[in-house]
C-alpha cells in the first residue's frame, strides 16, 4: 500500500538552528510531492511542492526541499529557524494521475525555543 | 470570503444522532474535498468533488457518510447515527483545479459523546 513515512514526531530546536524533517514515500511510479505547514490555531496551508524539474524546490519563510528519488525522499530544510517556525508539518504525496487523494505522513511537531 | 469557511467549527453531539458540516470553498474553485483528521494522524481522505459530482468517494468509511455539493458550491457532508468513533476534526478544501495544492479551512472538530 502506498505510504509516507515521516521520520520524527517531534522535534525541539533553538533559534538559528538549522532544520531538516525527513520524509520517504512508498510508490514506484511518478509522484507529485508536497510540504504543508499548519501553525497553531490556524489552518493547513502549502509551504512548497514539487511537479517536475528542479529537484530543489523553495517555499515561502526561507523553506526547502530537495527531491531525491532513488531514495523516495523529499526532505524540507530550512539554514535557521526562528521561534515563529514552531508549528505542524505534514508531508504528502500525490501519484502522478490521481488528481484526487494525497496520501499524507503523520506529521511532525516542531518547537523552536527563542 | 477569502478563505474556505468551515461551519459550524466545533460540534459536540451524542451517539446516535444525525449530524452535518458544511463547507463553503473559495469562490471559483471547482474542486472540493473533505478530509478527516484524528489526533496525532495526518488528514485521511474521504471525498472529492469536481463541480457538482462526487468524482472519488472512496474514503467515506462507511454508508453513514454521505456528502453533497448540490450547485457545484457549497458542500454539506453529512454523517449519520454517528459513533464515539466518528470524532475528529473534519477539514474542507477547495481548489481552482484538481491539484494537490490545496486551499483547506479550519475544520469542523466534531466531538461524538
Known amino acids: 500500500a502506498q505510504s509516507v513515512s515521516q521520520h520524527n514526531h517531534h522535534v525541539i530546536l533553538s533559534e538559528a538552528a538549522s532544520l531538516e524533517l525527513g520524509c520517504n514515500y512508498s510508490y514506484g511510479g511518478t509522484v507529485n510531492l508536497f510540504w504543508y505547514v499548519q501553525y497553531p490555531g490556524q489552518h493547513l496551508q502549502l509551504l512548497l511542492k514539487?511537479?517536475?524539474?528542479d529537484p530543489l524546490v523553495k517555499g515561502i519563510k526561507g523553506f526547502e526541499a530537495e527531491f531525491i528519488k532513488s531514495k523516495f525522499s523529499f526532505n524540507l530544510r530550512k539554514p535557521s529557524v526562528q521561534w515563529s517556525d514552531t508549528a505542524e508539518y505534514f508531508c504528502?504525496?500525490?501519484?502522478?494521475?490521481?488528481?484526487?487523494?494525497?496520501?499524507w505522513g503523520l506529521g511532525t511537531s516542531l518547537a523552536v525555543n527563542p | 470570503g477569502a478563505g474556505v469557511s468551515q461551519t459550524p467549527s466545533n460540534k459536540v453531539t451524542e451517539k446516535g444522532k444525525y449530524v452535518e458540516l458544511r463547507c463553503d470553498p473559495i469562490?471559483?474553485?471547482?474542486?472540493l474535498y473533505w478530509y478527516r483528521q484524528s489526533l496525532g494522524q495526518g488528514p485521511e481522505f474521504l471525498i472529492y468533488f469536481q463541480g457538482t459530482g462526487a468524482a472519488d468517494d472512496s474514503g467515506l468509511p462507511n454508508d453513514r457518510f454521505f456528502a453533497v455539493r448540490p450547485e457545484g458550491s457549497v458542500s454539506t457532508l453529512k454523517i449519520q447515527r454517528t459513533e464515539r468513533g466518528d470524532s475528529a476534526v473534519y477539514l474542507c478544501a477547495s481548489s481552482p483545479i484538481p491539484t494537490g495544492e490545496l486551499f483547506f479551512g479550519e475544520g469542523s472538530r466534531l466531538t461524538v459523546l
Open positions: 469562490s471559483g474553485h471547482t474542486a
Open positions: 514539487y511537479f517536475s524539474g
Open positions: 504528502a504525496v500525490q501519484p502522478a494521475g490521481n488528481n484526487r487523494k494525497l496520501i
